[in-house]
């Protein structure tokens, strides 16, 4: 198993526009959570979701939005991009309560 | 709400010198707490949970719940052990988020 995968690897937008993230989660895992790492920071949680239903919500914006595939894959969804928006958005899969991470994808918006 | 503070965001010790990593929680409830460490150009990964109890490359954390402390240790420091490492906390359950504390970046000199 490949493990937790994530594309694209980077991104470079311009602010106000639209990004989608994708993720497919180590298999047999139905749990999907997202982060976001700020330079410097700890990775904060956005999203998390099991069985395609939204589990727990972070402090975020409703700029941020997210949804589970029948097949467990997930996507993250970020609306009128910011310049705060620049991070590393990890995904991360879990079959019981310990979570697996991914690579990441690195966001850079000018 | 769930805290995680990791005080220092560097510690540099000599190899064979001995390592204590510092996290302290704030949680009402039983949490479960983690170690995560990224190595240079790698993806965050488990190194240690508490439930589990076990020893991973010569770390171990102890949860005090008195002093709501789960401090990471190692007696002897080998080189390969300098990377960032993330201090965790989660409810108990399959659908918890994980709160991150800053992380410390460990360097082991030779």
């Known amino acids: 198993d490949a493990g937790v995968t994530q594309s694209p690897t980077h991104l470079i937008k311009t602010r106000g526009q639209h990004v989608t993230l994708r993720c497919s989660p180590i298999?047999?895992?139905?749990?999907v959570s997202w982060y976001q790492q700020v330079l410097g920071q700890g990775p904060q949680f956005i999203f998390q979701?099991?069985?395609?239903?939204?589990?727990g919500r972070g402090n975020f914006p409703d700029r941020f939005s997210a949804r589970q595939f029948p097949n467990y894959s997930s996507e993250l969804n970020v609306n009128a991009l910011l310049l705060g928006d620049s991070a590393l958005y990890l995904c991360?899969?879990?079959?019981?309560?310990?979570?697996?991470f991914g690579p990441g994808t690195r966001l850079t918006v000018l | 709400a769930q805290r995680v503070t990791q005080p220092e965001k560097l510690l540099s010790v000599f190899k064979g010198a001995p390592v204590e990593l510092k996290c302290n929680y704030s949680?009402?409830?039983?949490?479960?707490l983690f170690w995560y460490v990224q190595y240079s150009r790698q993806r965050l990964q488990l190194l240690l949970r508490?439930?589990s109890r076990e020893s991973i490359k010569g770390f171990t954390a102890d949860l005090n719940k008195g002093e709501t402390s789960f401090h990471l240790k190692k007696p002897f420091a080998q080189e390969e052990d300098s990377a960032m490492y993330y201090c965790?906390?989660?409810?108990?359950?399959?659908?918890?988020?994980?709160?991150f504390g800053k992380g410390i970046t460990l360097s082991v000199r030779p």
């Open positions: 991360a899969s879990a079959y019981t309560d310990t979570q697996y």
């Open positions: 298999s047999g895992h139905k749990s």
């Open positions: 979701y099991y069985e395609k239903e939204e589990r």
């Open positions: 949680y009402s409830g039983s949490p479960e």
């Open positions: 508490h439930i």
């Open positions: 965790a906390l989660s409810g108990s359950g399959a659908n918890s988020k994980l709160t």
